[in-house]
Nanobody, 123 residues
Framework: QVQLVESGGGSVQAGESLRLSCAAS?????MGWFRQGPGKEREAVAA????????KNVDSVKGRFIISQDKGKNMLYLQMNSLKPEDTAMYYC???????????????????WGQGTQVTVSS
């Protein structure tokens, strides 16, 4: 089992930044951030392969969001810059259930999920 607890969400103005944190009881091969906006399906945001640190972002956040890890503390982060109103969503931390050879944005690869932290961006 893996327990995940997100923090760092809040309400900001467009153009501002937030840093989300995820405290994990342990890391698995891949860790990721997903989000679900109002009336939308859950979508991937970013992923990291914990061995090696390779990352992958969804196109809509490239150049704005950075996923990172602190393996010594079992902490996963999502630095979000230049936030837009369309980034408004509940953000979830996730851990893969099996081996992953590369960072994956496929939600079916993730077995463990946190409760989420709300991010609201106003224009």
């Amino acid at each position: 089992q893996v327990q995940l607890v997100e923090s760092g969400g809040g309400s900001v103005q467009a153009g501002e930044s937030l840093r989300l944190s995820c405290a994990a009881s342990r890391f698995t091969h891949c860790m990721g951030w997903f989000r679900q906006g109002p009336g939308k399906e859950r979508e991937a945001v970013a992923a990291i392969k914990t061995i090696g640190g390779n990352t992958k972002n969804v196109d809509s956040v490239k150049g704005r969001f950075i996923i990172s890890q602190d393996k010594g503390k079992n902490m996963l982060y999502l630095q979000m810059n230049s936030l837009k109103p369309e980034d408004t969503a509940m953000y979830y931390c996730a851990a893969s259930g099996a081996f992953c050879s590369a960072p994956t944005l496929a939600s079916y690869q993730y077995k463990y999920w946190g409760q989420g932290t709300q991010v609201t961006v106003s224009s």
